[in-house]
């Protein structure tokens, strides 16, 4: 399928959807999704829920701008997508401890996992969960509690080696009172 920038578009192994905002080439467009982030992704995973009614003008210093999600509008995404708790711990009303908590189950991430692969599942994943700390750091949540359950081991491994080589943060496993053994903290701030 031939996609154009505007086109709205949902995903087909994953929730949410977004817009087309940039061709990358004929396998690969940037998704700006629904939550206000730009996603590469190829377009065999992207299904037209409609056509884009921008018309491109000739000169290309005319090219319209993509209506971008308002701050807003983000942020109550945002918090209807991601339970924000209050930590446990008494605080002073200007020191909020804030903790973001996000359940990486794919049953909790997708509709239905039918046909999907490991890989797709593992990718689905990894995307819910950078999504979810992106948005911890931009509205300075204190941590983000990832549960990830215990499997074999494979999820809980990644999101350690993301977390310490491409964001550099402290993380540690989660309340084994709270949580069991499948999550793990991560201090955004």
Same mark, same amino acid.
Request: hydrophobic residues 40%; aromatic residues 6%.
């Given at each position: ?36 982030? &730009? ?94 700390? &992106? ?34 943060? &402290?993380?540690? &496993? ?16």
């Amino acid at each position: 399928m031939q996609f154009s920038v505007g086109d709205k578009v949902s995903f087909l192994n994953e929730k949410g959807g977004g817009i087309v905002s940039k061709i990358n080439n004929k396998k690969m467009v940037t998704i700006t999704t629904t939550d206000g982030f &730009d996603m590469p992704y190829l377009v065999n995973e992207l299904v037209l829920v409609e056509k884009s009614k921008i018309i491109i003008p000739q000169e290309p210093e005319l090219l319209p701008e993509v209506p971008k999600i308002s701050e807003e509008e983000l942020k109550a995404s945002l918090f209807q997508k991601y339970k924000p708790v209050q930590s446990p711990k008494k605080s002073k009303p200007h020191q909020r401890n804030l903790v973001m908590e996000i359940d990486l189950h794919i049953e909790e991430l997708v509709d239905d996992t039918r046909g999907m692969s490991n890989l797709q599942i593992i990718n689905t994943q990894i995307r819910a969960f950078q999504n979810a700390l &992106d948005a911890a750091i931009l509205n300075k949540y204190h941590k983000l509690i990832v549960i990830h359950g215990v499997g074999n081991g494979v999820l809980k491994n990644e999101i350690c080696k993301i977390v310490k080589n491409s964001y550099e943060l &402290d993380y540690a &496993d989660a309340s084994l009172a709270m949580y069991g053994k499948g999550a793990t903290q991560i201090f955004v701030s």
